[in-house]
């Protein structure tokens, strides 16, 4: 499993970058195996990237009926909200891809309504459905690309320092409560989930980030900067604006 860290010069070019770097990593998959199962993640730059892969005309190149998108995490609102990372996503890049990406191919995480009252009974949902794709004795998908991006305070998807969820163990999603970043209510994958991609990416622009990257480059505790958690099967990306990588790198 290697690690790389590469830097751009601000947030808007790390999203184009990422952008390019992530249809050009489907394609690659596509000439071996198919489907490619990605994980988007909400946030800034995370939607900024989305946004990126709309406008660049290589999208075209991918097979999107063979492409199926997953989320890190949710905020567990109704469908439609406009906090809602699929929401944001769907604004960003999947409306704009209309019938080439199958309806059914986008495995949103369920949203709060009537019969899904609670973060756990939507991360036992979630679970089902990642179970349904994942090869024999796995919980999910060995996700081709795990897109996450990353908080001021390390946290990845909705796994937050000192939070129970951080101890998820032999489950692929958890309810997640009192969020530090809102809104309080959230599903995540777990460590077990994130550590089934082949290739994790943390993507992180902006100064206020540069401590939790220190932290997670140096090896520093997990229940402390979860970032530091994170790993692929194959390979790890750092992907971070100037001021990000901060003096870390
Ligand atoms: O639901 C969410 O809020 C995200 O999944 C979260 O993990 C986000 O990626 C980080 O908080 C970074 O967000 P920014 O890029 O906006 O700082």
């Not at 596509?30 to 995370?46: C, D, I, N």
């Amino acid at each position: 499993m290697s690690r790389l860290v590469i830097v751009h010069p601000d947030a808007a070019i790390l999203a184009e970058a990422t952008a390019a770097r992530l249809l050009t990593r489907v394609l690659d998959v596509q000439s071996e195996r198919s489907p490619v199962h990605l994980v988007l993640t909400g946030g800034t730059v995370g939607i900024a990237t989305l946004a990126a892969v709309a406008r660049n005309p290589v999208r075209t190149a991918v097979d999107w009926s063979q492409v199926h998108l997953w989320w890190g995490d949710e905020r567990f609102l109704p469908d439609g909200d406009p906090d809602r990372n699929e929401t944001q996503a769907r604004d960003a890049l999947i409306d704009s891809l209309g019938d080439a990406l199958p309806a059914a191919n986008v495995h949103a995480i369920p949203a709060l309504d009537a019969t899904v009252a609670t973060p756990e009974l939507s991360a036992a949902l979630y679970a089902d459905e990642l179970a349904r794709w994942a090869p024999p004795g796995a919980q999910a998908p060995a996700f081709d690309v795990l897109l996450l991006g990353m908080g001021p305070d390390g946290h990845v998807a909705s796994l937050f320092p000192g939070h129970p969820a951080l101890e998820a163990a032999g489950v692929a999603t958890v309810g997640v409560h009192a969020s530090p970043k809102p809104p309080p209510q959230r599903v995540s994958l777990t460590f077990d989930a994130l550590h089934a991609a082949r290739e994790a990416w943390v993507v992180a622009a902006g100064p206020e980030k540069a401590e939790a990257v220190a932290s997670a480059l140096s090896g520093g505790p997990v229940e402390q900067t979860p970032a530091a958690g994170v790993h692929g099967q194959e390979r790890t990306l750092w992907l971070l604006d100037v001021a990000a990588a901060g003096t870390a790198v």
